[in-house]
């Protein structure tokens, strides 16, 4: 759903990005309005959905989490069958981090974090014990070189 912002929106958008931890005192002096204006909109974008929800960004190396692999699948075929299993296998494999299904040659790409290549190889044997699938292949991530949560508004 597209949502109509104005300029003070996005301002609370872009501090809220880089620090969700902000008091509504310290956003509302940022950008200039009472605090009682920035909690109405604060309020406002949430229930709207435009804020989804706000969270802590952990540092992956810290939790024994250093190696990211992004996992391309092709589907043997597109049963609503399958499709509702995948989606279930997806959303209670905590190590699935991000699932999406794609246009062209892959069916989906699946972001994942663990601890290794072990506990990788692991993530792999139960995942392909729980949904059949056609091509399984697997990148590690080398470098980070890019990674935020932050939408360019």
């Known amino acids: 759903m597209k949502y109509s912002i104005d300029e003070t929106d996005r301002k609370i958008l872009i501090k809220l990005q880089n620090d969700a931890s902000i008091s509504i005192e310290q956003l509302a002096d940022s950008i200039n309005l009472s605090r009682n204006a920035c909690w109405r909109r604060v309020k406002?974008?949430?229930?709207?959905?435009?804020?989804?929800?706000?969270?802590?960004?952990?540092?992956?190396?810290?939790?024994?989490?250093?190696?990211?692999?992004?996992?391309?699948i092709k589907a043997y075929g597109h049963d609503p069958d399958w499709l509702e299993k995948f989606k279930k296998t997806v959303s209670l494999m905590p190590e699935i981090i991000g699932a999406h299904r794609m246009s062209g040659d892959l069916d989906y790409v699946l972001r994942v974090r663990v601890k290794d290549v072990k506990a990788y190889d692991d993530f792999y044997q139960r995942l392909i014990a729980k949904i059949p699938v056609a091509n399984l292949s697997a990148s590690f991530v080398m470098e980070d070189i890019k990674e935020t949560t932050r939408l360019p508004i």
Request: glycine fraction near 6%; aromatic fraction near 4%; charge should be negative.
């Open 44 to 72: 406002r974008l949430e229930s709207d959905g435009v804020i989804n929800k706000r969270v802590a960004l952990v540092n992956s190396e810290s939790v024994d989490l250093g190696l990211a692999v992004f996992v391309m």
